[in-house]
């Protein structure tokens, strides 16, 4: 690694000086030569034919040395010729000082040294560029170009703007005996230069001596073999010639622009440098974004940019300013479009003859050049103006941009892809190697969002043809760039016959070695969870031996483009940008079935989720997040207090000052606003909860050891230090103040997300309760999961709780409530059927969890209306039986579903969902007896109770689960119930074709299960 980053440095600090002294001399004497000129009436003539005439004796033997330059470097190391060209550099920078030293007004012998510089230049450029391959992996060749176009051009710059100023001591030719000091600086550089390339590592001679013909001969077919290859160098040929014909005039309007101010030859290289300092950001950003692959799309976006830079040059001619800001401009389109030619270059041609083709294209560029600067001098010789030529050279630079683009059309579509994708989100692409360099690949995605497919052009440097719901097809803004990039319209809804033609031209675009998209479910997930897989793809690969690709895209729901909050693009985005993570799976074989593919991507989600677990913040971030940006919204809320954002901020963060810290402490409360607040205010100090249930409060203290309880003087738990909340709740004046301002604008402590956030106890239904350790990641990964699949309720969102926080589910909606932004109205008694059927009402509660009990003494005692604002009810605790969900749905108009949790799950597992249905969608969320799918994260599957081997789809067998959500372990080293990370619910299920559980009882260890509606584990056990 040390050597690679010497090798590099000392590479670019030799080009680097080369550059530098080239651009310095070469306007140095366009300087010396055009100061007779300046008070003539046809400087702009004169000048634009001497500008030719320098540019011409330093191009011609350039162009005539490229061609056995390129042999030379496959014949002899790269390295070597290195050397030998930046030892004779600094013998012809010596002898240009010499020359000036000795006459100084005599110009022809530094221009015959011009010459020669365009000769040491042409002889240096296969080996500095053939080089860099062999000193750099592939995956780099792109930063590497980046990095040698941008110091480069920052060479440019400084020996474009430097070069006048180095002449500085002559006076502007008043002491001409001084002229000489300034090719003197250069010779000091080419010094530095030369000593820098001892730093680069030696490498082998690419192949042996060959005449020189047979160079030429063979680099010229490999250029006609491979298209890709022969595009480069006519785009290079076509760049090189434009930059030409519009540098020289602009070299002349610059010198134009100055002429009258004082010392204006000192400032005549300002705009020659702004373009450079555009071209070297360019190459920077082009390099820098390209990351391990070639961007071919920056060539056309270049030309475009490129274009417009200089039409706006030649139609408004401004001034100093506004030539700075569009030279910068179009440097910058240049530096773009410059860095992938060069890299194809590189990559594309074979090692043996890599030098004779980048001296070949030297060759070609050289003569385009010499043609542009001929162009340019001609029109100055027919007498047209500056502001005519600058024109004529927009429209050729305008043509060459069409013709790039028409060269590169999907290039530029998908390279715009990438922008639009990575400038909203952050995109970030896991395991890309498991995707085969070349070849046909069918890959297969989940679809969460309407612009997956943008996520996978973006993720790819290889054209994809995706297969698009003909619906989408004909759309008016996705046709054209669906018919640019070829993709395949299937209608889903459309006879077995045409569907079946429709998928058939994916297999024949795969046969041709094409990379193929599809993503089998068929529409965007509206709940939030993945779809069944359809099985057209089964059809497109039965046969064949192409690999298929898995990909699963992660954390696009909540953005704009996903179907949260109920509707695609009208929303405020939650936060700019988004990571989006795209993990690609191992190559599996063609005939893998649908359903086997569908847990593949199951559990590379499970994989996203828990890569986040370094990754994982404190819970409470989001809540005091959440809380500032709410100063009047009610958050809070019972029967006799209501508290607003703000208020509750306060007195959580009183309270955390009125707190000492300890390692975990019991609160023993009354479920309300003063325990929810009390939790709240011990996590942000940074104290694991441990919320008492009063039935178990001496076990919970001896399992636990807390040292301090938190509770009310209705309460007296024996033999502890006691805090009593009465105490706790009052607060001084500045106490308050202290509160106010640490809560609007202080910085919370930092907790690592692993760290245990609470404990809670099992209820005790098999067997003594155990105290499960969950985290800070456990709990807000499931609430993170759970709100995904929730549907949506609505701008003013509001829960109802009555379940105890000593209880999982209880714990659960706490802290998902306001990281939610949803407002909690909490009461204790969950049978009080009066005060429930008020605060719904009063509160618009649009959420209600609870169990079927309960649902029962509400279908009693509740009247419809008081019920009207709700709009989701899930049950859970016990089995909801249909009998109750009908007279349920028939009373208050809105059926109950169901959902399924262990408190060693933090407790959520699975729920069920409103469905989906729309014009053209139905995504179904509820399968009656069920409980609903996984929520996202979580995996789940049917085993064999004593061998614990996987059972097929449908089958009877234990249920067990795993997820970012599955507890630490118990307390004080209880037996754990986690095997290779799965937890084993002990309950005995069955999941059908499109992942719906259906628990079926309890599993005892003599194999005898229990009746169905005897288990305890639904949603909360």
């Keep these: 690694m040390e050597t ?3 090798s590099i440095f000392g590479l670019l600090v030799s080009q680097f000086f080369g550059a530098f002294n080239d651009n310095a001399w070469k306007v140095m004497l366009f300087t010396i030569a055009t100061r007779p000129l300046v008070n003539d009436g046809s400087f702009a003539a004169s000048s634009q034919l001497l500008a030719t005439l320098s540019l011409v004796i330093f191009l ?41 030293y000795i006459a100084p007004s005599h110009l022809t012998i530094p221009f015959v040294f011009l010459g020669l510089m365009g000769a040491q230049s042409a002889l240096f450029a296969p080996a500095k560029y053939g080089i860099l391959p062999e000193l750099l992996p592939k995956e780099e060749l792109s930063k590497g170009n980046g990095l040698m176009e941008m110091w480069t051009m920052i060479a440019i710059i400084a020996g474009t703007g430097i070069g006048p100023i ?59 073999g491979d298209r890709i290859l022969a595009l480069a160098v006519g785009g290079s040929i076509v760049y090189w010639t434009c930059l030409s014909l519009l540098g020289q005039n602009v070299l002349v309007y610059a010198k134009a622009l100055v002429m009258d101010l004082e010392k204006g030859e000192l400032l005549q290289g300002i705009l020659p440098a702004s373009f450079g300092i555009g071209i070297a950001f360019g190459a920077l950003l082009s390099g820098k974004f390209s990351k391990d692959r070639i961007e071919y799309g920056f060539i056309p976006l270049g030309a475009i940019g490129f274009t417009i830079s200089s039409l706006l040059l030649g139609t408004i001619v401004p001034e100093m300013i506004g030539t700075l800001i569009l030279m910068i401009l179009m440097g910058l389109s240049c530096g773009l479009l410059i860095v992938p030619i060069h890299a194809i270059l590189q990559m594309r041609a074979s090692n043996e003859s890599r030098g004779s083709i980048i001296a070949l294209s030297g060759f070609l560029d050289t003569a385009g050049m010499i043609g542009g600067s001929l162009f340019a001098a001609g029109m100055a010789f027919f007498g047209l103006g500056l502001k005519t030529m600058l024109i004529a050279s927009s429209v050729i630079v305008l043509l060459a941009a069409l013709w790039y683009i028409k060269m590169f059309p999907k290039a530029l579509v998908r390279l715009c892809v990438m922008i639009l994708t990575r400038t909203f989100y952050r995109l970030r692409i896991e395991q890309f190697e498991n995707l085969p360099k070349e070849g046909p690949i069918l890959l297969v995605a989940n679809h969460i969002s309407v612009i997956d497919a943008l996520f996978v052009m973006a993720s790819l440097d290889r054209p994809v043809r995706f297969i698009v719901n003909e619906s989408y097809y004909h759309k008016r803004f996705i046709h054209p760039i669906a018919k640019l990039m070829n993709a395949i ?19 024949e675009a795969l046969e041709q070695g094409e990379v193929v998209c599809i993503f089998p479910e068929g529409q965007v997930s509206h709940t939030g969870k993945m779809l069944p897989f359809r099985r057209g793809l089964e059809v497109i690969a039965r046969g064949k031996s192409f690999p298929i690709v898995p990909i699963h895209i992660a954390n696009v729901w909540g953005s704009i483009f996903s179907f949260e909050r109920g509707k695609f693009f009208i929303k405020w985005p939650k936060r700019f940008s988004y990571s989006v993570t795209m993990t690609f799976g191992k190559p599996l074989p063609a005939n893998t079935s649908v359903s086997d593919l569908f847990k593949v991507i199951q559990e590379m989600e499970y994989d996203a989720w828990m890569a986040r677990k370094d990754d994982q913040i404190p819970i409470y971030r989001q809540l005091i997040s959440n809380l500032r940006k709410s100063p009047l919204q009610t958050v809070l809320a019972d029967q006799h207090e209501k508290l607003t954002g703000w208020q509750a901020l306060f007195k959580i963060v009183a309270l955390a000052q009125k707190i000492k810290a300890e390692e975990k402490v019991g609160i023993l409360l009354e479920t309300g606003i003063q325990s929810a607040l009390l939790n709240f205010a011990l996590t942000l100090k940074g104290i694991t909860t441990v919320n008492i249930n009063p039935e178990f409060v001496e076990l919970t203290i001896k399992e636990t050891q807390i040292k301090t309880v938190i509770t009310s003087r209705k309460y007296q738990p024996p033999g502890i230090e006691v805090l009593y909340v009465e105490d706790l709740f009052r607060t001084s004046a500045w106490g308050n103040f202290m509160a106010k301002m640490i809560g609007l604008f202080g910085d919370m402590e930092k907790i690592f997300g692993q760290n245990p956030l609470t404990i809670l106890f099992t209820s005790g239904s098999t067997g003594e309760p155990k105290g499960v350790v969950l985290s800070h990641f ?50 204790p008694d969950p049978f009080d059927c009066k005060s429930i059927g008020e605060l719904v009402k009063k509160y618009d509660v649009k959420l209600m969890m609870c169990t079927p009990k309960m649902l029962e003494k509400y279908l009693e005692k509740i009247l419809p209306e008081q019920f009207g604002s709700l709009k989701c009810v899930i049950t859970g605790s016990e089995k909801l039986a249909i009998e109750t969900s009908d007279a349920f749905e028939k009373r208050f108009g809105i059926r109950p579903i169901e959902g399924y949790g262990a408190t060693e799950c933090s407790p959520v597992i699975a729920t069920s969902t409103i469905d989906v249905r729309e014009a053209g969608i139905c995504q179904i969320g509820t399968v009656p007896g069920s409980v609903g799918q996984t929520i996202p994260g979580v995996l789940a599957k049917i085993v064999d109770p004593t061998s614990f081997e996987e059972k097929p789809t449908g089958s009877e067998g234990l249920l067990i689960v795993k997820g970012p959500n599955v507890m630490q372990g118990y307390l004080n080293g209880r037996e754990n119930p986690i095997r290779d990370g799965w937890y084993i619910t002990n309950d005995l299920a069955m999941i059908d074709q499109n992942g719906f559980i259906t628990i079926l009882g309890r599993y005892s260890e003599d194999g005898k299960s229990s009746h169905p509606h005897e288990h305890s584990s639904l949603v909360y056990r």
């Design 166 to 224: 180095l002449l500085a001591s002559d006076h502007g030719g008043l002491r001409s005996a001084y002229t000489w000091i300034g090719p003197l600086w250069l010779t000091g550089f080419s010094i530095i230069g030369f000593f820098s390339s001892f730093f680069v590592a030696k490498v082998p001679a690419s192949r042996g001596k060959q005449k020189l013909t047979s160079s030429l001969k063979n680099a010229w077919a490999e250029i006609r």
């Design 489 to 507: 319209p299937v209608m889903s809804t459309s006879s077995p016959r045409v569907l079946l033609e429709s998928l058939r031209k994916a297999t």
């Design 778 to 827: 456990n709990v807000s990964s499931n609430i993170e999961s759970l709100s995904q699949v929730f549907p949506y309720l609505g701008k003013k969102k509001t829960l109802l709780t009555t379940l105890p926080f000593s209880h999982a589910y209880g714990y659960l909606l706490l802290w998902l409530s306001l990281n939610q932004r949803f407002g909690l109205i909490i009461h």
């Design 60 to 100: 011609l033997p350039m162009m005539l040395v490229s061609i056995p330059a390129g042999a030379l470097a496959d014949q002899m190391s790269k390295r070597t010729v290195i050397l030998l060209m930046k030892g004779l550099e600094v013998i012809l920078m010596a002898c240009c000082c010499l020359a000036l």
């Design 4 to 6: 690679k980053k010497r």
